[in-house]
């Protein structure tokens, strides 16, 4: 009941809070960064995101599926395959992340 009652109030908090709340996990946001490319395995986003474990991986991937962020493909294949992918709500989180990149190119980045 608890669970239920903490996931209404997140939904009626303001929806900056509540955005900033699905994305502050650590490397969450590169995830999302990384899929607005393509499908993509596992393994390639554990090589994209060099210093992240495979439990954090692991944790933020399902995280993103419970929110409805990304999808999750499994291929009934020997080893199993499995591809995770934006799902609209997640693509519509792009132009946040391009913003962001903007602003650390403008007022954070040396421009070298």
Known sequence: MELI????????ICPVARTAQ??????????????ATGVKRFNQLERSLQGISPKTLS???????????????TFAE?????EYSLTEKGYDLVPVIDSMRNYGKKWLCDDK
């Open 22 to 35: 699905v994305l502050s996990g650590k490397w969450t946001i590169l995830i999302i960064r990384d899929l």
């Open 78 to 82: 020997a080893p199993p395959r499995v």
């Open 59 to 73: 944790e933020r991937l399902r995280s993103l599926e419970e929110e409805g962020i990304i999808s999750r493909r």
């Open 5 to 12: 009652e903490s996931h209404l109030i997140d939904k009626s």
